[in-house]
């Protein structure tokens, strides 16, 4: 049991991909706090990942969601609005790069490449919201995920640094535009953690060995971490809290220069 109490909110996770995602600690405390969940999974080859996850969560609606498929995310909606006729919380946990961009230099990022990024990691959220708002006539809660590397140079993070700070601000636009709604949009900005997309970024282990050494906490963070604050930003608890990014990050994001 958690303490803060969703029952009989409905809440849409698109992001879960193994057992290791950030979008599945979220939506576990999610569940917990009594939440009825519809969770989505990118295609047939993530399918039998993700189905035994959805299935433990006890989710209403699972249905496939790759972004980019024309017609995919709006059908999610759809079956929402068919079964729910409503929604309270969207979280947005996707990210994807084509390896030469994730790989190479912004410098030689080709315009397809970043198009195709910011489409996927960005603007797939601004169609969320776009979507949700109907639903959410009693108001509701948008959180995305989002990395330090949107505001500081973090070396080897690349194409996603711009795409990531086009999100950020999606998040500022969005909770500017649907305040008058009571639809709060927010992001997490979470510390590095090892998962599947993490595994993409090169040099990963040094930046877990960075945030061990310099975040004020000395630790990595832990997914359930990211998941409890996830869980507060789509409750009542943050009633007040829309356009902001909160760091859960063991504090790594407030250090300038550390010397060893
Ligand atoms: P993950 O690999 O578990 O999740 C990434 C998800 O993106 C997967 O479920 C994948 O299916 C989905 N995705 C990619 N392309 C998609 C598409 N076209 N349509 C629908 N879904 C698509 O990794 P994660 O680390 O849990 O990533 C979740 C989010 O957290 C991402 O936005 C990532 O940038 C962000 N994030 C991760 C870290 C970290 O260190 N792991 C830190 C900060 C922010």
Request: contains cysteine; negative net charge.
């Given at each position: 049991m958690e303490v803060l109490d969703l029952t009989g909110q409905k809440g849409l996770i698109v992001g879960i991909a193994n057992e290791h995602s950030l979008a599945w600690a979220a939506a576990r405390h999610f569940r917990s706090a009594?939440?009825?969940?519809?969770?989505?999974?990118?295609?047939?080859?993530?399918?039998?990942?993700?189905?035994?996850?959805?299935?433990?969560?006890?989710?209403?609606?699972?249905?496939?969601?790759?972004?980019?498929?024309?017609?995919?995310?709006?059908?999610?909606?759809?079956?929402?609005?068919?079964?729910?006729?409503?929604?309270?919380?969207?979280?947005?946990?996707?990210?994807?790069?084509?390896?030469?961009?994730?790989?190479?230099?912004?410098?030689?990022?080709?315009?397809?490449?970043?198009?195709?990024?910011?489409?996927?990691?960005?603007?797939?959220?601004?169609?969320?919201?776009?979507?949700?708002?109907?639903?959410?006539?009693?108001?509701?809660?948008?959180?995305?995920?989002?990395?330090?590397?949107?505001?500081?140079?973090?070396?080897?993070?690349?194409?996603?640094?711009?795409?990531?700070a086009a999100l950020e601000c999606a998040v500022r636009y969005l909770a500017h535009e649907l305040g008058s709604k009571k639809i709060r949009v927010n992001a997490l900005s979470a510390g590095a953690v090892q998962t599947r997309a993490a595994s993409g970024i090169a040099h990963f282990d040094a930046l877990l060995n960075e945030t061990l050494r310099d975040a004020p906490l000395h630790r990595q963070v832990d997914p359930d971490e990211v998941g409890r604050a996830a869980l507060v930003l789509a409750s009542a608890y943050a009633s007040g809290v829309t356009g902001e990014v909160l760091y859960v990050d063991a504090g790594f994001h407030i250090e300038g220069m550390v010397f060893h």
């Open positions: 009594g939440a009825e969940l519809a969770i989505t999974y990118l295609n047939d080859k993530a399918r039998p990942f993700v189905e035994p996850l959805a299935r433990e969560a006890g989710a209403a609606i699972v249905l496939p969601c790759d972004v980019a498929a024309p017609g995919q995310l709006d059908a999610v909606f759809e079956a929402i609005r068919a079964r729910w006729g409503r929604l309270d919380f969207v979280f947005h946990a996707i990210a994807w790069a084509r390896k030469e961009d994730l790989h190479g230099r912004l410098t030689d990022c080709s315009a397809e490449g970043f198009a195709e990024s910011m489409a996927i990691s960005c603007y797939s959220f601004i169609r969320m919201a776009h979507l949700a708002e109907p639903l959410m006539d009693r108001g509701g809660s948008l959180t995305t995920l989002t990395f330090y590397g949107a505001e500081k140079v973090v070396d080897h993070y690349n194409v996603m640094g711009p795409v990531k």
